[in-house]
C-alpha cells in the first residue's frame, strides 16, 4: 500500500498548529514512515497538483478569496481536517464579528477598506465539510497523533464531550480555584489533557465551549469567587464567537 | 510495576470467524460467526455478546441465531457509527474478538405453555428472531405464535426471506408493516401498533415480547394493556450504553438494574414506576 | 482487644518509622501541594510526609483502581492475538484514613462480585495499608460519623492512632506484623496504653457527632421518597457537569474503556478509564437518545448510587463521608447540605413519625 499524500495549508492563523506539528519531535520520524507530506509551506517549498488523501487546513476562512481556495482544496482532498481552534471554531479571529464589517475594515485599512472586500470570520465547516476536528490554540500533540490514527483507521474521532476538569482532576492538579484563580476549565472541551492547568498556568478556553455548557451556572460560580461577569463573557468570546453561526 | 497475563481476566476474548457475510438492506448485515476453537456459544434467545474490534472498539450485539444451532451463531448489525461501520467492511475469514454471552435473556421456561406475542420495531427483530427461531424449533412446547413487525419503510425490512417463509407457516400468525410505503408495497401500512388491536389472543395466557426503538415503547405497552394483558407477561427488551457487560462499569444503569446483568429483558412490571426506563 | 496485637511507637520516632519503611517497600503518603490541598505520592523520605491532612485531592483508591489501567495487550490482522494482562505493584500506603479505608471496601465489594474483576484482585494482594486514625473531624464537609467510617474496624494491616505521648499500633495481619518486625522500632503495648485507646474512642463518639439529622438506617426510606423532591431541580441550575464530585469520590468506580493502537495501526492496548455519571457521553446510547440528559436527573443518580441502590445489591451505604465531592465543587453543591434539604423536605412525610 503506498503512503497516504498528506498536504497541510493555512488560512487566517498564526501558523502555530503547523509549527507544533513540526515540532512534534521524536515520533515525527515514526509519522513520516507511514505518511507522504506532499506539501507543508511552513516546511518545505515543494507543491503537488493531485489530489490529497488527507488535507489538514489551519485558520479561519476571511475573506472570498479563502473561500474560493479552501472550496478547491476540499475538491482535491478525500479528507479533510480542521487543524487548531481558527480552524475548527473560528478562533481569536471571530472577534472580528463583534463589530460591524466596514468599521473593521477602516479600522485596518483606512479609508481605502473598500478594496479590501473581508467577510464575517467563519470556521471551515462553516464553509466546506470537515471530517475531523482538532481543536486547541495551538493544538496539543498526543491528539493531533490520535486523529491521525484514526483517518489511517479509516476511523472517526469524536473530540469529547465533557469539559477540561475531568482530565485536570484525573491529573490531580491542585484546582485553579482553590488557588484563587479563574479557570475556563469547566466549559471547555476536554481532549488536551489538562496541559495548561498541568504547567501552572489556568485554562483560557481555547478549545471552545463543551457541547452542553451550563453557562449560567457558571456564571454563579464567578460570583461566588467574586469574579465580575462580563470578565468570563469576554473570554468566551474571545474564542467562541464564530459559535452563534453554526446555530443559524 | 510487574506485569502478567491473566487468562481468566472477564476481558479476555475470544477469537470467532467470519464465516459469512449477507447484506440484508443498505445499513444491516448480518454475519455468520463460529469460534476459532470449535467451542459453542452456549446462550439464551435474548442474550448479548461484547463483540470486539482491535484498536477500534467493542459493542454489545444481540445474538439473532438459534441457540439450538451448533454451527454457528449470527448477528445483525445496523452501521451507526464507529465500531458497527468497521465492522461492516470485514470479509468472509476475518476474525474478531468475542465475549459473552451476556444478560439475561427472555425467560424461555416461563414462557413455555403459553401464547407468545413477538412484537419488533426495525433492528428490534434481532434479538427476537433468535426467540422465533428457538420457538419454531420447539414448536410444540408453546401455544399460538403471533409475530408482529414494523418498520419505516419497505427498503428497510429485515430478514426478507425468513419473514416470508414465516407468512406462509400455518402455525404462526405473521403480520408486517411499514410506516411510509413505496410504489410496490402491498401490505399493511401504518404503526406497528395499529397492528395490535387486531391480534386474537387470549390475554391472560400470553406472554409479550417487545423489542424495538426507544419511542416504540410506550405506545406499544399501551394498546397491550388495552388488551388485557397483565404487566408481568409483557417482556421488553432495553437499550443502554453498556460498556462492561457485568454490572461494573455503571453505564447501562436503569435506577437500581443494570441492564447488562439484570437485563436487557424485563417485564413491563419490574419497570412500570422507574423513571429513567421508558 | 488482644493486647498482643498492639504496638506502641515514640511520637519522636515516626519519622524514622517512615525512613525505614521506605528502605524496605516502595511507600506512598499523603503529601502537601499547596493551598490546602494533599495528594498521595510516592515518597523517598518522611520529610515529604504531612501527618495531618484533610483528604487527599484523589482518594486512595488510585492504587486499586488505577486512573487508567490496561485490560488487553493485542495484535490486529492475520496474528491476531490478545493477551489480558494486569500491572501491580508492591507497594505500602501510609497514613490511610479510616474513611479511604472504608472505600476501598466499597471498591472490594463491587470488584470481587461475580464475575471477578481478576486484575483488581491481583494489584490489591500486592497493596499493604497502614491506617492513621482521626482524632478529630479534618474539617466542616466531613461526615464520616454519619455512614459510621470514622472508627477503624477491617480493611488495613497496621491502624497507627496518636495518643497524648505515643502511637498506638494495632496489628490487623501478618503483612502488618511483617512490618513491624522488619522496622524493629515498636514496643509492646500495655494496659495504660490500651485505656487511653478506649478513652479516645470513647471521646470520639462525643466529638464526632452525627453531622446529618437523621440516621444511616433510615437512609432506605428516605430516599425512597426523595425521588421527585425539589432538591434536585435546584441543582439543575448550579451544577456544571464537571465531573469533579465523582472522580474524587473513594467510591465511584464507573468507567469507560478504550483502545489505542501504535503507529505500526498492528498492535495496542485496550484500556479503561475512569469516567463518570455527571458527563454527557456516559449513558447516550446511538441515536443521541440519553436516559440522564438532565443535569438534574444526573446528580439525582450519584446520590441514589451512594445511599440508596447499593443498600440494596451490596447491602453498604457507598458514601464515606470524606467530604471531598463538596470540597472540589465549585458551584458549592454540598452533601451535607442537599442530605438536610431531602431530610426536611420529607419531614411531613416522615420525620414525625420518627420522633
Ligand atoms: C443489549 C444490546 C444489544 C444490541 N444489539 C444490537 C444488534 O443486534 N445490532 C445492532 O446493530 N446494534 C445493537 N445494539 C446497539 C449497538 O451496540 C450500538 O449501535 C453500537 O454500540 C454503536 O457502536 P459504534 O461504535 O458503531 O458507534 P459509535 O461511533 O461509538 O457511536 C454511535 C452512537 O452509539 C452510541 N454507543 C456507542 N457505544 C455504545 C455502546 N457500547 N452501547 C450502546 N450505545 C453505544 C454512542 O453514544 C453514539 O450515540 C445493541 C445494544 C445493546 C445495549
Ligand atoms: S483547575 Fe480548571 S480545569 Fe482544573 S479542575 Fe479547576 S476549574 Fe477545572
Ligand atoms: S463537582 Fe459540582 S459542578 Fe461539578 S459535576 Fe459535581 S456537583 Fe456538578
Ligand atoms: S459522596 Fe462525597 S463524601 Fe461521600 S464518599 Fe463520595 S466524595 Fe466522599
Ligand atoms: S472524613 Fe472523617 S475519617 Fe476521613 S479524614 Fe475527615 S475526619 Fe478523618
Ligand atoms: S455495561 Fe457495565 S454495568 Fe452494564
Known amino acids: ?248 | 510495576m510487574a506485569k502478567v497475563v491473566i487468562k481468566d481476566s472477564p476481558y479476555n476474548l475470544k477469537k470467532a470467524k467470519i464465516l459469512d457475510v449477507k447484506t440484508l438492506t443498505e445499513k444491516e448485515k448480518l454475519f455468520k460467526l463460529v469460534f476459532e476453537d470449535k467451542t459453542w456459544l452456549d446462550f439464551e434467545p435474548g442474550q448479548f455478546i461484547m463483540v470486539s474490534l482491535m484498536g477500534i472498539g467493542e459493542i454489545p450485539v444481540s445474538i439473532c441465531s438459534s441457540p439450538l444451532n451448533r454451527h454457528y451463531f449470527e448477528i445483525c448489525v445496523r452501521a451507526v457509527g464507529k465500531v458497527t461501520n468497521s465492522l461492516h467492511k470485514l470479509k468472509t475469514g476475518d476474525i474478531i474478538g468475542v465475549r459473552g454471552p451476556y444478560g439475561n435473556g427472555f425467560p424461555i421456561k416461563m414462557i413455555e405453555g403459553h401464547d407468545l406475542l413477538i412484537i419488533a420495531g426495525g433492528l428490534g427483530i434481532a434479538p427476537l428472531r433468535s426467540l422465533i427461531l428457538y420457538s419454531i424449533d420447539n414448536r410444540r412446547d408453546f401455544g399460538e405464535i403471533h409475530i408482529l413487525f414494523g418498520c419505516k419503510t419497505p427498503g428497510e425490512l429485515l430478514f426478507e426471506d425468513e419473514i416470508e417463509e414465516w407468512g406462509k407457516r400455518l402455525d404462526i400468525h405473521f403480520a408486517c408493516t411499514v410506516d411510509r410505503a413505496d410504489p410496490d408495497w402491498k401490505g399493511n401500512v401504518g404503526l406497528i401498533t395499529s397492528l395490535i388491536p387486531g391480534v386474537d389472543i387470549d390475554p391472560l395466557r400470553t406472554y409479550a415480547a417487545v423489542v424495538g426503538p426507544p419511542v416504540m415503547y410506550k405506545f406499544v405497552i399501551k394498546e397491550l394493556l388495552a388488551k388485557g394483558l397483565p404487566v408481568d407477561q409483557i417482556l421488553l427488551s432495553f437499550e443502554r450504553h453498556m460498556k462492561c457487560g457485568m454490572g461494573k462499569c455503571g453505564r447501562c444503569q436503569i435506577q437500581n438494574l443494570y441492564c447488562c446483568k439484570d437485563g436487557p429483558v424485563f417485564t413491563f412490571k419490574e419497570i412500570m414506576d422507574m423513571a429513567e426506563a421508558l | 482487644m488482644k493486647i498482643e496485637q498492639y504496638r506502641i511507637l515514640e511520637k519522636s520516632l515516626i519519622n524514622e518509622f517512615i525512613d525505614k519503611l521506605t528502605s524496605i517497600s516502595k511507600v506512598s503518603a499523603p503529601v502537601y501541594k499547596g493551598f490546602n490541598n494533599y495528594a498521595f505520592h510516592e515518597i523517598k523520605s518522611a520529610d515529604e510526609v504531612s501527618l495531618k491532612y484533610i483528604p487527599t485531592i484523589i482518594p486512595p483508591k488510585k492504587y486499586f483502581l488505577p486512573i487508567k489501567e490496561t485490560l488487553l495487550d493485542f495484535k490486529k490482522g492475520n496474528e491476531f492475538k490478545v493477551e489480558p494482562t494486569v500491572e501491580y505493584d508492591n507497594i505500602v500506603l501510609f497514613g490511610v484514613h479510616t474513611c479511604d479505608i472504608s472505600g476501598i471496601k466499597c471498591l472490594n465489594m463491587v470488584l470481587s462480585d461475580k464475575p471477578k474483576d481478576t486484575g483488581y484482585l491481583v494489584r490489591k494482594k500486592h497493596i499493604t495499608i497502614i491506617g492513621l486514625e482521626c482524632n478529630d473531624y479534618c474539617d466542616e464537609y466531613a461526615s464520616c460519623a454519619f455512614v459510621g467510617a470514622h472508627i477503624p474496624t477491617t480493611g488495613y494491616d497496621l491502624m497507627f492512632t496518636e495518643l497524648t505521648d505515643c502511637f498506638i499500633i494495632h496489628i490487623h495481619s501478618s503483612k502488618g506484623m511483617d512490618i513491624i518486625e522488619k522496622t524493629g522500632i515498636f514496643k509492646p503495648a500495655d494496659s495504660n496504653n490500651i485505656e487511653e485507646l478506649k478513652a479516645l474512642r470513647n471521646n470520639k463518639l462525643r466529638i464526632f457527632n452525627n453531622e446529618i439529622p437523621t440516621e444511616r438506617r433510615y437512609l432506605p426510606d428516605l430516599f425512597d421518597r426523595s425521588f421527585n423532591a425539589s432538591v434536585w431541580k435546584e441543582l439543575e441550575q448550579k451544577c456544571l457537569s464537571c465531573g469533579n464530585c465523582t472522580a474524587v469520590c473513594p467510591t465511584c468506580y464507573c468507567f469507560d474503556i478504550k483502545e489505542d493502537v501504535d503507529l505500526s495501526l498492528q498492535s495496542g492496548e485496550r484500556y479503561r478509564l475512569w469516567f463518570s455519571c455527571q458527563l454527557d457521553p456516559f449513558a447516550k446510547v446511538a441515536g443521541g437518545i440519553d436516559f440522564r440528559r438532565e443535569r438534574s436527573a444526573r446528580q439525582r443518580h450519584r446520590f441514589y448510587r451512594k445511599f440508596r441502590y447499593h443498600i440494596d445489591r451490596y447491602g453498604m451505604v457507598f458514601c464515606t463521608g470524606c467530604g471531598r465531592c463538596s470540597r472540589t465543587c465549585m458551584a458549592k453543591i454540598n452533601l451535607k447540605e442537599v442530605l438536610t434539604s431531602l431530610i426536611r423536605e420529607s419531614e411531613a412525610k416522615i420525620w414525625r413519625k420518627w420522633l
Open chain 1, 1 to 248: 500500500m503506498s503512503k497516504p499524500k498528506v498536504a497541510f495549508f493555512d488560512f487566517a492563523c498564526c501558523e502555530g498548529c503547523q509549527l507544533q506539528v513540526a515540532n512534534i519531535g521524536e515520533s515525527l520520524l515514526d509519522i513520516l514512515d507511514i505518511i507522504q507530506v506532499v506539501e507543508f509551506r511552513e516546511v518545505m517549498s515543494e507543491k503537488w497538483d493531485g489530489e490529497f488523501d488527507v488535507s489538514f487546513v489551519e485558520g479561519s476562512i476571511t475573506d472570498e478569496h479563502a473561500v474560493e481556495r479552501i472550496k478547491k482544496i476540499r475538491e482535491r482532498s478525500k479528507i479533510l481536517v480542521a487543524l487548531g481552534s481558527c480552524a475548527t471554531i473560528g478562533g481569536v479571529n471571530g472577534m472580528k464579528n463583534c463589530f460591524p464589517l466596514e468599521e473593521v475594515g477602516k479600522y485596518v485599512y483606512g479609508e481605502s477598506y473598500k478594496f479590501f472586500p473581508t467577510l464575517q470570520t467563519k470556521a471551515v465547516h462553516q464553509v466546506v465539510p470537515v471530517d475531523y476536528f482538532i481543536n486547541g490554540c495551538p493544538v496539543y500533540q498526543p491528539e493531533f497523533i490520535t486523529v491521525l490514527k484514526c483517518i489511517l483507521q479509516g476511523i472517526p474521532y469524536y473530540v469529547p464531550e465533557y469539559p477540561v476538569c475531568v482530565e485536570c482532576k484525573l491529573n490531580e492538579n491542585v484546582c485553579m480555584y482553590d488557588r484563587g484563580l479563574t479557570c475556563m476549565g469547566p466549559v471547555t472541551k476536554a481532549g488536551c489533557n489538562s496541559w495548561c492547568i498541568n504547567n501552572g498556568n489556568i485554562c483560557y478556553g481555547c478549545r471552545g465551549l463543551t457541547i452542553n455548557p451550563n453557562t449560567e451556572g457558571f456564571k454563579e460560580v464567578l460570583k461566588k469567587y467574586n469574579i465580575p461577569e462580563d470578565f468570563l463573557m469576554k473570554k468566551i468570546e474571545m474564542y467562541n464567537k464564530c459559535r452563534e453561526l453554526d446555530k443559524q
